[in-house]
């Protein structure tokens, strides 16, 4: 039968499978490798929309096409495999974005063979991230996918390749180990011993540990995201990193932060995320303008687009932190919509430093005149980042701003600040971006090289790839939506039902309040950064 097929095992196994064929394929110069490779790039995307159109059913919110497998009896640890609107249109993200990286990897001529032996088999630990449903089985897929990415930077990177692959790995690493603490406090917590992460979240646990499990996932997750503090590896890491390594950082890794804090910390730890909430929401303002900030003093254009990532990844936060289905819509579509913008402004960037071999922008200047199909493409996917109407990036970010507003957890002056000090990000941002066009591609032209060539028609259909599905979810967003947003309404429910009393104000308002059994709990809730209004939790 066909529904009895273990599609989702097919899914990751596929590239893997193809990555083992590599070091015996019969080469000479690279070209079989790389024709190969993403020939089983495509390949693999086909069968996730194969697979997607014919078994998934966006109408059904829960998971689909479960497998579940014992693999380690001995630790518990079973393969276990789902998807629901949270991860399908993510692992679509990865399939598109990882097939046209190694499309944009064509000129690779060091080692090709372990280039896109890597390259597949980042592929595969990728979208494994994704659809686990053990939460042991994920912390190993997610150190497995950092093996590849540390790889790729240190050997095909920049000339401080090695300074930002041993950065990347050792934030990425050591943040990791409290995925594993804080699975194995969930699991061990009560009569059964079990990983599965819906198991986990039907537990009850007591407020003190759902806080601390919270707090480790919030610290792991957030140096992915990444989330200020912990967010310094990554414009190292663009900046030496090779351009489709920079694709897959930005297109695909930094959404796996946004996509597991809606899945663990959201869904499966909820009574600790009324707590944490108003702490995302605040860290999501930092973000937006800190990124914004820090990108105007930088003169390396790969990591002003790396602080320009960091920027737009908060509002990833602020959606999270909402409580409301449009708000958690909205975080969802500016993790895609920004997954396809980076992605095609750091092959773009990649383009131009392969004619003028420099980042940096005041030598750049005045490439317009030799590069004009290059530039319209450049200056195209910086208004889709800039949020201009028409746009994916306009969508997610007024959804996101919508949900926060039409919350009813937060206060009035709440709300209000954290929407006043985005907008000022967003204010900010236009003006970063149009001074990097302007000292990319206007004035002099730098004497240091020769006129660049234009883009060829290969990085051409890279870019129009990338930018065609930006226009079409600005134009219908629905074309995004409609595969994720029964689940999003059923975790704002689930959400929501962590707040024990509604409480409706003559004005108009509504309004959530705390009712709190314990002294501990009411010690909790009045904490700085948790507003007035804000819902405490009843032990």
């Known amino acids: 039968m066909i529904s009895e097929f273990p599609w989702l095992t097919a899914i990751i196994a596929f590239p893997l499978i193809a990555a083992l064929a590599i070091p015996v394929l019969p080469d000479t110069d690279g070209k079989n490798v790389r024709l190969y490779a993403l020939g089983t790039g495509i390949s693999e995307l086909c069968l996730i929309i194969f697979t997607f159109a014919t078994q998934y059913d966006t109408n059904n919110p829960s998971l689909q096409l479960v497998e579940r497998y014992s693999w380690i009896p001995q630790l518990g640890l079973n393969w276990s495999l789902g998807v629901d609107g949270l991860s399908m249109p993510l692992v679509v993200l990865t399939g598109f974005v990882t097939t ?17 032996s890597l390259m597949l088999v980042m592929y595969s630990a ?19 996918e950092l093996v590849p990415v540390y790889l790729i930077i240190s050997i095909w990177g920049g000339a401080q390749r090695f300074y930002a692959a041993t950065k990347f790995i050792l934030y990425t690493a050591l943040a990791s180990i409290f995925i594993l603490l804080s699975a194995l406090a969930l699991a061990f917590y009560g009569d059964t011993v079990t990983f599965d992460i819906t198991a986990l979240g039907l537990k009850e646990y007591p407020i003190g540990l759902e806080l601390l499990a919270y707090a480790g996932l919030l610290i792991a997750f957030g140096v992915k ?10 414009p190292d890491a663009h900046g030496e990193a090779p351009a489709p390594g920079s694709m897959i950082l930005a297109g695909v890794l930094l959404k796996m932060g946004g996509y597991a804090l809606i899945r663990l910390n959201a869904e499966m730890l909820p009574h600790a995320h009324v707590y944490f909430a108003p702490v995302l929401a605040v860290l999501g303002v930092v973000n937006i303008i800190y990124g914004a900030l820090a990108a105007f003093s930088q003169d390396n254009l790969k990591r002003r687009l790396a602080y320009s990532s960091i920027s737009h990844m908060g509002f990833v936060l602020i959606g999270i932190s909402s409580f409301t289905a449009l708000g958690i819509n909205g975080a969802m579509l500016q993790m895609i919509s920004h997954g396809g913008i980076a992605a095609v402004l750091f092959f773009l960037a990649g383009t131009i430093y392969d004619r003028t071999h420099t980042l940096s922008m005041d030598k750049m200047g005045g490439i317009a005149k030799s590069m004009p199909t290059t530039f319209a493409l450049f ?24 949900g926060l507003t039409t919350s009813d957890i937060y206060s009035n002056s709440f ?4 929407v006043f000090l985005a907008a000022v990000g967003l204010l900010i941002t236009p003006i970063y971006l149009l001074s990097m066009l302007r000292r990319v591609f206007f004035g002099t032209q730098s004497e240091a090289f020769a006129p660049p060539s234009d883009a060829q028609p290969r990085e051409l259909a890279i870019a129009l790839c990338l930018l065609v599905p930006i226009i079409g979810i600005g134009l219908y967003p629905k074309l995004a939506t409609q595969t994720y ?3 999003t309404v059923t975790v704002a429910a689930h959400l929501r039902e962590a707040l024990p009393i509604t409480v409706a ?22 904490a700085p950064l948790i507003p007035s209004k804000l819902v405490g939790i009843a032990n």
């Open 379 to 402: 200056t195209f996917a910086s208004m889709a980042s800039l949020a201009l109407p028409g746009m994916s990036g306009f969508v997610s970010e007024l959804t996101i701003f919508l």
């Open 225 to 234: 995201l990444p989330i200020f503090p912990f967010h310094t590896w990554l």
């Open 415 to 418: 709300k209000l600040i954290i």
């Open 126 to 144: 990728q979208i494994a991230v994704f659809l686990a449903q053990d939460l042991l089985m994920f912390f190993m897929l997610w150190e497995l």
């Open 505 to 526: 104000a003559e004005s108009g308002e509504t309004s959530l309040y705390a009712q709190l059994a314990s002294d501990r709990a009411q010690a909790a809730i009045v």
């Open 100 to 116: 046209l990286a190694t499309f944009a990897a064509w000129n690779i001529k060091i080692k090709p063979r372990l280039f896109y």
């Open 485 to 487: 947003d029964r689940t």
